[in-house]
């Protein structure tokens, strides 16, 4: 398995509140991305990292901002979270100048529900 | 934003038989990746393609790279009840790195 790690794995939290979501990768990937899960979507894409302190956003981005200090890490923040944003958060990394093709590995998840 | 038309959204079959699955878009893919989801963990990596044409197992997996390039197909031959779980298929176009990413079929194997 990818050295992938999310912290927390879940998290219960009340509307209003700022949330912030850890991604750990010890692969040296320069790639990494934040999706969401809701049923009938499958996976949304939020933000999106290149590099370190190079982000860029995804399609559903609104509500959500993302940092990048050093390569492992990657965080999702959730400035005042809303009701909307309940759903399961999927960190991913990539190295795609290896191969030129985008082969993404998965972290396990971090469930959010906001009350 | 875009997603690619995966198909069926769900299927019921009974242990030992064959499944198919598939993607189909109106655009040209580069890349067509499947990916398979068990309850509660991230989706993993099954097969990678990167020719149109390609034909390319893994155990009791088949997936191919349509010729046209706008789609691509995922067999499970005589499937067991591990094969259960949300298979995904995902594309890439052009040089941009992201991925796009069908909404997924949901394996239930019939006791």
């Known amino acids: 398995d990818a050295g992938i790690t999310q912290s927390p794995r879940h998290k219960v939290t009340e509307t209003g509140t700022p949330v912030t979501l850890r991604c750990h990768q010890t692969e040296n990937h320069r790639y990494m991305y934040w999706y969401r899960q809701d049923p009938g979507h499958g996976l949304r894409l939020i933000h999106y990292s290149y590099g370190v302190k190079d982000t860029d956003k995804g399609e559903v981005s609104d509500g959500y901002s993302v940092s990048r200090s050093k390569t492992e890490d990657f965080l999702l923040t959730l400035e005042s979270a809303t009701s909307s944003q309940t759903s399961v958060y999927f960190c991913a990394i990539s190295d795609p100048g290896a191969t030129s093709t985008d082969t993404q590995y998965f972290g396990p998840g971090t469930r959010l529900t906001v009350l | 934003g875009q997603q690619l038309n995966q198909s069926p959204q769900s299927m019921f079959i009974q242990e030992g038989e064959d499944v198919s699955m598939n993607c189909t878009s109106s655009?040209?893919?580069?890349?067509w990746l499947w990916y398979k989801q068990e309850p509660g963990e991230g989706p993993v990596l099954l097969i990678a393609l990167y020719k149109a044409g390609e034909l390319t197992s893994n155990g009791r997996l088949t997936a191919q790279f349509g010729i046209t390039r706008k789609d691509s197909f995922l067999n499970i031959s005589a499937s067991i009840p591990s094969d259960v779980g949300i298979y995904f298929c995902a594309g890439q176009q052009g040089s941009n790195y992201q991925l796009i990413w069908g909404a997924g079929t949901k394996l239930i194997i019939k006791p």
């Open positions: 655009s040209i893919f580069n890349t």
